[in-house]
């Protein structure tokens, strides 16, 4: 059985920093590309990053680039997201998703089931 | 980068009604087009790729078209599960992929 569990999200200051984790199992974790996606209370679903099966490719919505950093480890089945010099408008339940039936690196067909990271002093 | 309207942002319908929620692309798409249903406190699930294409154990009631631009869901005979937010999200080329707004559909 396919599972995706996110993990990190928390409370914290603005400027900070915090790292979110995704841990799959359930199918080869190595050859499919994973994406963060997010959605602020209340709000509608922001793509957030996308990163290839090797790494080679990356991307970032304009909202995050230069303070997110997205990586995997293919060794240990997860994904991550490095979530820097975070904003009040960062805040958010954070979903990790991927496209593993449909073999699609831009639909995707499993989640997790969210993490919340609240940015407030 | 490529903006979606979604419409309605809200609907009310009964169970049994036939509905229609409409995207819109600020340019075309070549049907690189998937529908999303989101239910309180959950993660979305794939209804349909490709803009007609139904994922793998969504019910019929689901169907898609559209082409260009201008996409449609329409669930034609609503139960009550179906009951919940519907996204439609764009991903022609490369990052970034964006959303519409979301559907809200409630129960009359």
């Known amino acids: 059985e396919v599972q995706l569990v996110e993990s990190g999200g928390g409370l914290v200051k603005p400027g900070g920093s915090l790292r979110l984790s995704c841990a799959a199992s359930g199918f080869t974790f190595s050859s499919y590309s994973m994406n963060w996606v997010r959605q602020a209370p209340g709000k509608g679903l922001e793509w957030v990053s996308s990163?290839?099966?090797?790494?080679?490719?990356?991307y970032y919505a304009d909202s995050v680039k230069g303070r997110f950093t997205i990586s995997r480890d293919n060794a240990k089945n997860s994904l991550y997201l490095q979530m820097n010099s975070l904003r009040a408008e960062d805040t958010a339940v954070y979903y990790c998703?991927?496209?593993?039936?449909?073999?699609?690196?831009?639909?995707?067909?499993?989640w997790g089931q969210g993490t919340l990271v609240t940015v407030s002093s | 980068d490529i903006q979606m309207t979604q419409s309605p942002s809200s609907l009310s319908a009964s169970v049994g009604d036939r509905v229609t929620i409409t995207c819109r692309a600020s340019q075309g798409i070549s049907n690189s087009l998937a529908w999303y249903q989101q239910k309180p406190g959950k993660a979305p699930k794939l209804l349909l790729y490709?803009?007609?294409r139904l994922e793998s154990g969504v019910p019929s009631r689901f169907s898609g078209s559209g082409s260009g631009t201008d996409y449609t869901l329409t669930i034609s005979s609503l139960q009550p599960e179906d009951f919940a937010t519907y996204y439609c999200?764009?991903?022609?080329?490369?990052?970034?992929?964006?959303f519409g707004q979301g559907t809200k559909l409630e129960i009359k």
């Open positions: 490709a803009a007609s």
């Open positions: 990163i290839s099966s090797s790494s080679s490719y990356i």
């Open positions: 998703g991927s496209g593993i039936q449909l073999w699609s690196t831009q639909v995707w067909d499993y």
């Open positions: 999200q764009q991903y022609y080329s490369t990052p970034p992929y964006t």
